[in-house]
Structure formats: structure tokens, C-alpha cells
């Protein structure tokens, strides 16, 4: 493929996530625009949890790209190597943007995101299929272990205890407190205060002298101790931690804007440092600590209209500037909290459920893929 005319450039976006498809859209109008994405399908993973436990939710969160894009296409296929000018995928086929934007986002253990690491699992019906036998497994265990007490583990103990009060759940974590260094004292005590009063477990401050010898979402009772002496027994566990952005693929020029840590560094305008015409956002980049959907949704209006800018030649780039710390955690439908920027008090649960607990913002990602609801 070749780079597009002056007045229709291509536009190649690296990546189907919440980042990419709030790019590829606004720009169909303007550019050919070639949005690359190695799954069937956009899976909204920030709901990912709760079909884990109630799996009549999958159908609602792998969602079609058919209604994405009117001119422009969505190739399945992954990148493999990218300099700014560049692409190279893994069937062997190049790319050769005008404009080009990374949108490869991060991995997450399963459950929370699908393994990217395992290419079968690409295919829609594979991961449901995986997803569906996790949830068997775990509607088999009486007694969980979350590895991690960050947002993800705290949301899964919620859709845990929701479906099933009965079963034991107990997170552990190296950290004295449950969520994170990043976010209030008193958020994380009304979190322990919520998931204690659901009978969850919570062991801090201490790691595990040795891991579970079982696979993470395998069946199989095993007895796990922590460095200050606790010991639990479990018929399954998680691992809720890790996030690793997929960063890999980067050569030459771009490979000098990735940092140790696998973020790629980019300038107030969202261009990856050192480029005119490579941008890069949501969890790839390291805009924003604020990893999340919403910081990719607050990110892709600036991405796409600095691009559009520099097509068109009119107007001015505008800067992205991240936000204080915000995050709502629910603890199933009904529960968890939050903090938002600004607000003195805590994002109280029925918000926190209206926000996100009862219907996992479905609506809004479906609405953007172009799909009626
Ligand atoms: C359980 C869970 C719950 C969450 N809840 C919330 C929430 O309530 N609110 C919130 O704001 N955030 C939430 N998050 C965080 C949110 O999911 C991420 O921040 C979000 O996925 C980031 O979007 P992204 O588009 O940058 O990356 P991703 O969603 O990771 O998308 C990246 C895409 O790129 C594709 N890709 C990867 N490598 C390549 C490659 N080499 N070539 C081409 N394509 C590639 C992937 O297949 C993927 O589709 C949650 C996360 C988890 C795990």
C-alpha cells in the first residue's frame, strides 16, 4: 500500500482499543484511514469481569468494527515493526502512512483482558470459549485467591461476591493498602469497609513466600503463605496485576521514544517525542498515569483534531492536560466509590453503580463502533 494523495493522506492506526477507535472514527471523513487490529472483534474489557461471572454478558462486549468506518478499513492483522513511515504487519504486509497513530495499548492477565500473547485466542469464539470454562472452574471453587488488591482485584472480588456471597474470597497484597499509592486514604477505607463487610479476605503488606503451584483460572486446591505467616487454602486463583504496554514493535526512530518501562513519551500534543507525524495515546503512552478508557476517551479528540489540523492546515494543535487522580471502583452492580477530580467527596456507590456497576457503559462503547442500541 502506498502513502495516500495530499489531499487524501493515509492514516494508520496501530490498534482497535478505546484509543484507536475514538481516532479512526473522526478522521473517515478526511483521510484513508487503516485501523490494524489483530482480534475478530473490540472487546470492551472494562467489563471483562463481569461476564467472567454472569458470561451472558460476552456477547454484549465483543463488538463488531462492521460500523466503525464508512470509507476507510479495519484490517485484521498485528504490527509487527513500525517506524514512522513504515509498517510492516504479521502477514507480511507494509503500511506506509502519512500519519500514523500507536493505539496498541497495554496486556493484562486474563481474565481482565483477553491473551494477547496466545494468537488463537484472536478469534471471538476461542476467548468466549475461554472465558466460559474460567467461569466454570470458578463456579466449582469455594475459595478464591485475588493476587493483587488494585482496582481490577478489588472489582473482582465484588463480581464474585455478588454472584456467589457464599464462596471465600480473599485478596493479598505486597502493599499496605488496598488500590494503589495514587488515589485517597479515605477511598481506600471505604473500599476495605465495603469488601469486608462482604466477607472478603484482605491479607496487605505482605507478599507470598511462594506463588500458587497451579496455573492462574486453573482448578486445583493448593495452601499458600504469606511472609508475615498467614496461610490460605484456595481452589483457584488470579493474578490481578501487571499491566505491560504493548510497545514491542517499535523501530528506529520510534524505538528512541520508548521508555525502559515500555510507555511511549510523547509531547503535549500527543506526538510521540521526536516525530511531526507519529502520535501515540491511551495506555501506551505515558501521557496520563491515569490508565484508563476514559483518559484514551479524553486523549483521541485531541489526537484526531491535531491531525486533522495538520491535513487541513487550519487551526492551531491543541495540548492535552491530564487531570488530577480519578477513579470509580465498583464492587458489583450496586457498590464500590470513587474520586473525581475536584469533588471534596467521595463518588458515592450509587453513583458508582449509574456510572458504571449496572450496565459496564455498554451503551456508550457500542454507540461508538457505530452499532445501534
Ligand atoms: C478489568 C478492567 C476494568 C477496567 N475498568 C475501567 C473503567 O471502569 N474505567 C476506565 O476508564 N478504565 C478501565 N480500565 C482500563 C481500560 O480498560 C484501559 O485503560 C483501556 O483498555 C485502554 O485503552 P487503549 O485503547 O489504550 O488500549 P487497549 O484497550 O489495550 O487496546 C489496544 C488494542 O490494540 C491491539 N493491539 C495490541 N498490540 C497490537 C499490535 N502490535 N498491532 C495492532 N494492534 C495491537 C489490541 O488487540 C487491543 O485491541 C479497566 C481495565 C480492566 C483490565
Redesign the pocket.
Known sequence: MTHGSPARPTVVV???????IQVARPLDDLADVVL????DDF?H??A??RALVDPGWLERIYLPYTGLLGRGRVIRD??VKADADRVVLASGAELFPDYLVL????G?PFP??PD?ADPDLTSTEAAHAKVRNTHAALAGADRVLLLGAGP?GI?LAGEIKAVWPGKQVTLVDVAGDVLGERYRPDLKAELRRQLTGLGAGLLLGSPLRAGPPTAPGEPGTFTVTTQAGDEVTADIWFRCYGVVP?SD?LAGGLAAARRPDGFVEVTPELRVAGQDQVFAL???SAADQN??????GRQAPVVAGNIRALITGEGELAQYEPPAASI?VPIGPDGGAGQRAGLEDLVPAETVAEL?GRDMMVHRFAELLGLST
Open positions: 496501530l490498534g482497535g482499543g478505546y484509543a484507536g490494524v487490529e489483530p482480534k472487546v474489557n472494562v471483562a469481569l498485528r504490527a493505539a496498541t495499548g497495554s493484562y481482565a483482558k494477547l481490577v472489582e504493548a514493535y491511551g495506555d501506551v490508565k484508563g478508557a476514559g483518559a484514551a470509580i458504571k
